[in-house]
Structures are given as C-alpha cells and as structure tokens.
C-alpha cells in the first residue's frame, strides 16, 4: 500500500483541497490526465493523496509550462510507465514543450541556420538527439539575428551554451543519491518547466537593474 | 537624407524582399505598426530601406517573442519616440512581453510569494520598477513549487538570479560607446527576445546532455 494513498476523498472534496472545479476533474479524468478512483458505492469514488498531486502536476504543466491537453497526457503516460528510462521520460517533456514540428517546406536561411547549430552542439561535445526540440527555437533564434541584419555566427551562443552547460551540470548533481524513480523524473520535469519561468523572469528583471544601471535617469545616447 | 532610405521600393518588391505578403504589409500599415511610404504619382507609395527593416523587425517580435499586434504597435511607437529614454523603451518591451495584468482577485499563496519576490530582489539590491512585469512570473514559479509540496523557499531562486546578473552584465557591456539610439535600442530589444529564446533552447539542450550523462543507457533510478 502507497503510504500516500491514507487519506480518501470524495471528487467534491478533491475539488476543494485542489482549487481545481469538479468538472475539469471530470474532464481530466475522462482525457485519461488523472487515474480513475476506488470505485465506491452508488456510483461514487474514492481519490487518495496521488489524486491530489497528480491534479497540482497537471495544473503546473499546463499555466506554467503552457502544455495543452494531449500534451499533459503524454507526459502523464512517460511519468507513469514505470519500464521507461528516467532519461525518456525528460525526452518526452521536451517534446511535449517543444515547437511542433514543420508542417511545410522550410526555407533556405531555417535549413542553413538548422546544420549550423547541429555543427555547433557536435562542436561542444553535447549528447542530445538528432530530433531534439530544442534544435530548432535556437535555428529560428540565429535566423531572426540575421534577417534583422546583424550578422550573427552560430558563435555568438557560446557564452549562453557554457552557462546553460554549467547551470544544467548544477542541477542535475542537486538530485541526491538514492531518489526514487517518481521524485527524480518529477523534479527533471518540474526542474525543466518551473525553473525555465523563473530563469526566464530573473533575466528580465537582471536586464532592467542593468539597463537602470546603465541608461537610466533619462540619459540619452547619441542622437541615431 | 538618412542612408538607409537609399533604394525606394513599390509594395510588391517590398514584399517579396522581405517575403511578407502585401496584404499582411498592408494591415501593418493600417495598424500603425509600420510608418507610411512616400506618396508617388497613381495612388502609390514608394517603401525603402527603413519599411524593409522594420518589417523583419515586426516579425521577429511576433514569431520569437511572440507579441500580439497592440503590443508591437507599443514596442514600435516606444523605439520611434526620440524623446524616450533608453531605459523606458526596454520598459516598454517588457512591458509587452510580460503576462497581463490581473484581472480577479488574487489567491492567498500568490499575495504571499509575490511578497517574497519582492524582498528577494530588494535584498539583491537590485534597480528594478515596483511594476516590473517579470515580478508575477517569478512568484508563479514559486508558488507552483509549493503546490507540488515541494518545499522551496524563495532562495532557491538565487542561484539562477545571479547567473541571470552576470550574464545582463555582460550583455549590457557589449554595448559600445558611440552606438546610437537606434541601434542600442534594437538591441536591447533583440537581446531581450532573440537570446531569450535562445537561451531557453540550450538550456533544455544541455539538460538532454547532463540527462543523458548521468541517467542514459536505460539506467532505471530505484523502483518508486
């Protein structure tokens, strides 16, 4: 017996311990997000502690990480099959995040700026798979420095490569020696969701103290 | 006479040079997004070089920043507001980045690490406005860890704080003296979206590289 399984409750109570309304429940019950209750009588059910979780989880993906539906489930389905590698269970989160992928031809700059950044993470030595995601936002990122005329090398994301090489290295030796399975794939997922949101915040507010740093107080530049 | 305005172009060429389609060029124009062309002879207008960067400018914040078209409309009226200081018009950006507003009432757990993000950053002495949009996604960040039951204290985010410091220091010195309005502008903008994005990328990148390292070969963690 889970020891997080103790306490029972019915959908309505579930409902009020979550702050999450009875029909979305429902909905997330019949998408297949959340696992059916211990079936009770007159047709009610009971739903324990891993309900409870299961609910902040999918909540969390979905405000926090903007997943749909469909997505949720894979990542759901990944985190549940207990036969599946930790390190595929983060594969399909980052599907789930990622871009969808091409649905018509890609153009000439994309495809270019796309072997540049396959050349340059062969370069760094990074063990990522061919149909990783994440390839194609940092393509788009160096085709948009170029179609705006700046002439930017695939280089210029080295300084980012070592901190995001670093701060990655940091947080995977955060998870400690003997975590079970479910904590170490939820806090890869919550570390790749969550975290991502707050790095993403700090570098906003870390630019704004710069730039008040830097140009406040009304200074003006040039005259361009 | 500005020397980006040297080559004049009909709608049609300005369109197929910058690959936007001239009825999508045209509701820009409608919107206000873009400056009008020359008037010429026939009911025509001739575009140059400033329409052209411009339009790659729009798209860029669409499709990487993924901005609406009244909050490019606010992004562009900031840059061309000569009189705005470059510190303001960065506001403007993140202010049309950042989530919107709230519009009901806020939870209690919100109201409380909304609380803490702002004496994290008042205690990382940090020049950063009481209406900075990054503030909300941060405390979003943590109140999402919280509802997992995961404990973390608003400290958790100082690791990534300080990396998020170091690198807008070192973004910001990029900047050369001399640069113009213009440019230091745009790049600050450019730097705000395109690295951004970028960043995010090679973060999930290098988590699928320590992932690998240190869970690959279908190395099952325990039995949880």
Do not use: C
Not at 116 to 123: C, H, N, S
Not at 195 to 223: M, N, P, V, Y
Request: aromatic fraction near 6%; charge should be neutral; avoid cysteine.
């Amino acid at each position: 017996v889970d020891p997080r399984r103790g306490r029972n409750l019915r959908i309505s109570e579930l409902s009020r311990s979550s702050g999450v309304p009875v029909p979305t429940i429902k909905y997330y019950l019949r998408e297949g997000l959340l696992p059916s209750g211990t079936p009770m009588a007159r047709n009610q059910a009971d739903y324990g502690e891993d309900h409870h979780h299961r609910l902040r989880l999918i909540r969390v993906l979905m405000e926090v990480g903007g997943l749909g539906v469909a997505s949720v489930r894979r990542v759901v389905e990944a985190i549940g099959n207990e036969r599946l590698p930790i390190h595929q269970v983060l594969g399909v989160a980052h599907h789930a995040l990622g871009p969808p992928l091409d649905t018509g031809p890609v153009p000439e700059d994309v495809a270019l700026a796309r072997s540049e950044v396959d050349g340059f993470l062969a370069d760094l030595g990074w063990k990522v798979s061919e149909e990783a995601p994440a390839r194609r936002p940092l393509a788009d990122a160096l085709v948009a420095l170029r179609r705006l005329g700046l002439g930017y090398d695939v280089d210029a994301f080295r300084p980012y490569a070592n901190l995001a090489d670093e701060l990655a290295g940091w947080e995977f030796g955060q998870v400690r020696a003997g975590t079970s399975r479910a904590d170490a794939v939820e806090s890869a997922i919550v570390g790749t969701v969550v975290f991502e949101a707050a790095l993403t915040a700090l570098r906003r507010l870390a630019q704004e103290h710069h730039s008040a740093t830097r140009f406040g107080r009304g200074r003006i530049l040039g005259a361009g």
